[in-house]
């Protein structure tokens, strides 16, 4: 595995996610300039330390590029930042996540936050260190994806990370806004949870254990866990929207909770 620590952020940062996975007993390099390699193909994954607002890097052409290549070679990417998903500009890059920013967020996050899916049961507080915790976007799954939420802030209202895995192209992702670094074990731990990351980026989603691991944030969704396999049933008069055009007539989008009312 790579561990990419750009200049920009504290060290801490990448540490704590090269920790965890040689805690996993997997073999790590951690840089500040992936660029020293002429090909990524040959790492099972990239881990990308993004920083925060005061500390942060700015996703550029050039790495969402150089990044996209390798995911669109099925490639593994995580990629943490607090500014990645709503405050700065996209790139090529972003849209690998199907991920949605949906705002800035607060100067301090509370959290804190809760394991869903395959991370069901890894739930964490959150640090109120500004070199980790200052400005931390709040993200979603992309509407109409098969993108997963894999950590969800208490209220439910948004996400703070979200996995996705593209079928055809056989390329994985995770999308996080509060560091990893900046976690705070509540249930979970950092070496339990890389291992949950780990074991998706080799083997994909895994098989369910309970109806919890099928929560696909779907509003109009009945979730359940059938002999391993999620299984996720439209509900009756239940319509989710974007728009009011995706609605019925006499009938308007509630943007709040994105459900026809």
């Known amino acids: 595995y790579l561990v990419w620590n750009p200049s920009e952020v504290p060290e801490a940062h990448g540490a704590a996610l090269a920790a965890a996975i040689k ?22 994954g990239i881990f990308i330390a993004g920083g925060v607002y005061g500390g942060c890097h700015v996703v550029s052409n050039a790495d969402s590029y150089y990044l996209g290549s390798y995911l669109e070679q099925g490639g593994r990417i995580y990629l943490e930042g607090g500014d990645v998903w709503a405050h700065d500009s996209w790139t090529n890059l972003q849209p690998f996540f199907q991920i949605t920013g949906l705002a800035d967020g607060s100067q301090t996050y509370a959290g804190p936050v809760q394991g869903r899916h395959f991370c069901d049961g890894m739930d964490f507080t959150v640090s109120t260190d500004y070199t980790v915790n200052n400005f931390l976007d709040q993200i979603d799954k992309k509407v109409q994806t098969l993108a997963k939420p894999i950590l969800t802030d208490t209220s439910g209202d948004f996400h703070t990370a979200v996995a996705f895995e593209h079928a055809a192209k056989a390329y994985r992702t995770i999308g996080a806004s509060v560091p990893f670094v900046g976690m705070v074990a509540n249930g979970g731990t950092l070496n339990g949870i890389m291992a949950r990351y780990i074991d998706f980026f080799e083997n994909g989603y895994p098989d369910c254990v309970a109806d919890t691991f099928c929560n696909d944030s779907v509003p109009c969704t009945a979730d359940t866990c059938e002999g391993s396999v999620c299984v996720n049933s439209d509900l009756d008069n239940c319509t989710v929207c974007v728009n009011d055009s995706d609605c019925d007539d006499y009938y308007a989008c509630n943007m709040k909770n994105l459900l026809c009312a």
């Open 23 to 44: 805690a996993n007993d997997r073999t790590v390099q951690v840089v500040s300039d992936y660029s020293v390699f002429a090909d990524l193909n040959g790492f099972a």
